[in-house]
């Protein structure tokens, strides 16, 4: 079936599985999925076709969008609860507690609905009545509560942390530390990339929020490939592993932000740790770059698109452009840009960043809010 040998790379504690037939066989419109669980991954890989013709490479996105929950972090929700429950922390009827304002609950929700379980999520004050109300609508139970640092025992993610503490039959799935969450992409999105590309795939790159899809796609694409997939990591700005990483480790203070959302850190991850060493590079893309994406993959490629997935089309585009003609270069298309457009497509939110310049003249038509 593949055009390389899978090949295993010599390494201690990867659990790698090898692509199964299962997984790989059958497509999504192929066959039956037992419940909402089985319909996760899988995803189309699609051709970029317009960037492609331009860069004289394969340029590639894995079609996140189409997860039930609409997003990439359904994969690494699943991962999560089935981990939770492997380990005996969850029960029939129990319930699942995390800290997240974005994707990452929407996946639970319907992960958690599908299974049985409650779920009950934290996040900060400051998100918008619209992701609190999609959540609750959803069957969560969601406590926002005030916006503070990391090292303050009232941030959202360690108050999501002592509620599942204080519950029978309760786990706190902790996105940003707990290593299923990277397992689900070694065992997932990695295996489906080599297999949609019969092994033909030269790089991948993506941003990072928990860093579980970059560093467990990199660590399927690495050690299938042998080393030979270049991997690199997108940051956007605001966010400090780009200089992390081209300082050798020198993490510094977080300063500055992004329009994108779900991606840009402050921390190296324990999702993130084990791979850090495995990546060819980083880049970093602007606001500026990942806006104009946002349309050109709307006008060029009928794609709508999420910002955090046009910073990666646009990471892919100079990744291949480095490579040179010739080379195919994945990325992730990790959300639509539903729940997005009342600021992407408005003029006033446009202006009020700065970026209503960034749009050229002939795609201005799609700014179609005030
Ligand atoms: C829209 C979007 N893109 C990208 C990511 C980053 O994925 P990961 O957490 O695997 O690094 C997230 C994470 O929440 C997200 O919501």
Avoid at 84 to 100: H, I, M, N, R, S
Avoid at 193 to 222: N, P, S
């Amino acid at each position: 079936m593949f055009r390389h040998s899978v090949r295993t790379f010599a390494t201690s504690a990867l659990r790698m599985a090898e692509p199964s037939q299962r997984l790989l066989n059958i497509a999504k419109a192929q066959g039956v999925a037992h419940g909402l669980t089985e319909a996760i991954g899988n995803t189309p890989l699609i051709r970029l076709n317009k960037l492609s013709e331009q860069t004289g490479c394969e340029i590639l996105g894995k079609a996140e969008f189409m997860n039930p929950g609409g997003s990439v972090k359904d994969r690494a929700a699943l991962y999560v609860v089935k981990n939770a429950e492997e380990l005996g922390l969850l029960k029939p009827g129990g319930t699942v507690v995390e800290g997240t304002a974005g994707n990452t609950g929407i996946g639970l929700a319907h992960v958690c609905r599908s299974k049985g379980y409650k779920l009950v999520i934290y996040m900060p004050n400051t998100q918008s009545q619209g992701k609190i109300d999609l959540l609750r609508l959803l069957g969560a139970e969601v406590y926002p509560v005030p916006a503070v640092a990391f090292d303050n025992p009232q941030n959202y993610n360690h108050q999501a942390k002592r509620h599942a503490e204080s519950m029978e039959n309760a786990v706190w799935t902790n996105q940003f530390d707990n290593t299923a969450n990277r397992q689900a992409h070694i065992e997932t999105t990695g295996p489906e990339i080599w297999a949609q590309t019969g092994g033909e795939v030269d790089a991948f790159t993506c941003a990072t929020g928990t860093g579980g899809t970059l560093a467990g796609t990199t660590r399927a694409l690495k050690t299938l490939s042998n080393g030979k997939v270049k991997c690199f990591l997108a940051d956007p700005p605001g966010s400090v592993l780009h200089s992390y990483i081209q300082s050798g480790g020198k993490l510094v203070e977080r300063s500055g932000s992004s329009i994108t959302e779900g991606i840009g850190q402050g921390r190296v991850t324990d999702n993130l740790k084990p791979d850090l060493e495995l990546l060819d590079g980083s880049l970093t893309i602007s606001d500026e770059k990942t806006i104009e994406m946002v349309y050109r993959c709307l006008d060029e490629e009928g794609l709508y698109l999420g910002a955090s997935s046009t910073l990666n089309v646009v990471a892919a585009k100079e990744v291949a452009e480095k490579l040179g003609r010739g080379h195919t270069v994945v990325t992730m298309l990790c959300d639509g840009a539903y729940r997005y457009a009342d600021r992407l497509f408005s003029k006033k939110w446009l202006q009020s960043k700065n970026l209503l310049t960034s749009i050229p003249k002939h795609l201005e038509k799609y700014i179609v809010l005030p």
